[in-house]
């Protein structure tokens, strides 16, 4: 989606402003925030891109003014009431209505649920990756209002595969809960000029993973 | 106004946030959705056992192991697996060797995607909107706020993680560093050179210590 979280070369949010020896987190909340999030993740109800589409899905002003943990929690609230583990009354009173029968993660289970992780590289069968290291390609100016991986500044611009790197769960269907559907995932060169005009380094790149229905040959 | 997002700014904020996610939280463990005790534990982790020092430990094994070096090169994941840092945020990695000629540098526009694995969780300027805007269209600038001036042959190349996988930047080893063992090299392995916006510590040859630490 052309949304607020696709922010790749705008302007206006001001310099980036490193913090020495910065804490992890910022306050008790963000702590019990984010292990919350990773252990209601890990119950299975939703994938990686769903997540991510629930938090940029909103409007931009909303977005920008969310700290990062809070849009995390605003997320989760809205991703367990859409999958209908909790009900709106009771995020609104705080009082449970009942036991849920999705099986949480147990402290016992933590540590094997990390190390686990979540690999998205999937068998491709017959399939062969339909470009090669070296080959110029140009990305589609694919405009859809669901979730995408493929960044505005980087639409409609030519490139070359810098790598092959395997073939990958698709974010795009990835989102609306399709675990399977996957595609050849590429690591893509651009020149900075060609996506940010004569005041980027002349020899500087950017690279960008896009998938193969990202690409045509160029 | 550039928006400054750091809740420590206000308190008022802060306490609203503290109620929610304790009301959010107690409703999640009488629903049966969530053990705190798992939340502790996931804490844990991330608080005391998984962070730079992993991604440190690969970077000073790579100046010091050719072959290893080489397998990095090949296949990051098999390599650094191989040292015990797998799971979650680090199913898949690419490791970025910098040289005289060339830097790299890592983002996620879209998100906040970071090699958890090896480097724990990001920091908050790696997820805020002026990193996420600017790394890719003005990357000297946002060096420059790092302290960090690169010389004038060095061309930049970012890499916008915009799928699962993750990048590692491999630093230059810094001079004055000859015949130092992997465990020694370490310390001059910072967080910010991993993702470049710095550089690996140069040991300082200039103090009373100076030819103990070149030694």
Same mark, same amino acid.
């Given at each position: 989606m052309n949304g607020p979280q696709d922010i790749g070369g705008r302007h206006g949010f001001g310099p980036v402003r490193p913090e020495p020896d910065e804490p992890l987190f910022h306050a008790p909340w963000e702590r019990r925030a984010m292990a919350m999030t990773i252990a209601v993740g890990a119950t299975g109800q939703w994938t990686i891109d769903e997540s991510r589409f629930a938090r940029e899905n909103r409007a931009p002003g909303a977005y920008y003014d969310m700290s990062y943990y809070q849009l995390w929690v605003t997320a989760l609230a809205e991703l367990m009431q859409h999958k209908g583990l909790v009900s709106a009354s009771e995020l609104e009173s705080g009082q449970a209505e009942g036991k849920t029968s999705v099986a949480p993660l147990t402290a016992d289970r933590v540590d094997a649920v990390l190390a686990r992780g979540g690999p998205v590289d999937r068998d491709p069968g017959a399939s062969q990756p339909a470009f090669a290291p070296g080959d110029s390609v140009r990305s589609r100016n694919l405009q859809g209002p669901s979730h995408i991986r493929l960044p505005g500044y980087a639409r409609d611009k030519q490139g070359v595969i810098e790598a092959v790197h395997g073939y990958h769960v698709f974010p795009d269907t990835s989102a609306q809960g399709d675990r399977d559907t996957a595609h050849w995932l590429y690591a893509v060169r651009f020149p900075a000029r060609a996506l940010f005009g004569p005041s980027a380094g002349e020899t500087d790149e950017v690279c960008v993973d896009l998938w193969e229905p990202y690409l045509d040959r160029a | 106004m550039p928006h400054d997002h +750091?809740? +420590?700014?206000?308190g008022s904020h802060l306490d609203d946030m503290t109620a929610r996610v304790m009301a959010l939280e107690k409703l999640l463990t009488d629903k049966g959705l969530v053990d705190p005790a798992a939340l502790d534990r996931i804490l844990d982790t991330y608080e005391?056992? *998984?962070?730079?020092r992993n991604g440190a430990e690969v970077v000073a094994r790579a100046w010091t192991d050719p072959d290893f070096a080489r397998w990095l090169e090949q296949d990051a994941t098999a390599a650094i697996h191989s040292m015990g840092f797998g799971g979650r945020q680090g199913e898949h990695l690419t490791a970025l060797f910098n040289t005289p000629e060339r830097h790299n540098m890592v983002v996620c526009t879209l998100c906040s995607c970071y090699p958890w694995s090896v480097l724990g969780l990001p920091p908050v300027w790696y997820k805020s909107m002026p990193y996420r805007s600017r790394a890719v269209s003005e990357p000297r600038a946002v060096l420059a706020e790092f302290g960090l001036t690169l010389p004038e042959g060095t061309a930049i190349r970012v890499w916008?993680?915009?799928?699962?996988m993750r990048y590692l930047v491999i630093p230059m080893r810094p001079a004055g560093t000859e015949g130092w063992t992997a465990e020694k090299l370490?310390?001059? *392995?910072t967080r910010d050179s991993m993702i470049g916006t710095g550089l690996a510590l140069v040991p300082?040859?200039?103090?009373?210590?100076a030819e103990g630490q070149a030694a």
């Open positions: - | +750091h809740d +420590h700014d206000d005391t056992q *998984v962070g730079p916008d993680s915009t799928a699962e370490v310390p001059l *392995v300082d040859t200039t103090g009373p210590d």
